[in-house]
């Protein structure tokens, strides 16, 4: 699956700082802004799984499960 999210990376005492505005909560950091970009992309990666696990809880077992591409 591929998804692509907005990343803001700012610099703070020698720290790069990222998050994205469309998952809130999902930020990163890192010495570099690689480390950073790799580090936000995990957070986001964990978070999106969470909310997954944590949405299918609720649904039906006799409800049909399907995917959509947006894009």
């Known amino acids: 699956m591929h998804n692509e999210f907005t990343m803001i990376l700012e ?3 020698g720290w790069f700082i990222a998050y994205s505005p469309e998952i809130p909560g999902a930020n990163g950091q890192g010495r ?3 480390e950073a970009r790799k ?3 995990e957070a ?3 978070i ?3 909310r997954l696990h944590d949405a299918l ?3 039906p077992d006799d409800a049909i499960k ?3 591409m947006v894009g």
């Open 66 to 68: 399907d995917v959509v």
């Open 48 to 50: 999106l799984h969470d």
């Open 11 to 13: 610099e703070d005492g």
């Open 39 to 41: 580090s936000l992309s």
């Open 44 to 46: 986001i990666e964990l």
């Open 32 to 34: 570099t802004k690689e």
């Open 57 to 59: 809880l609720t649904v």
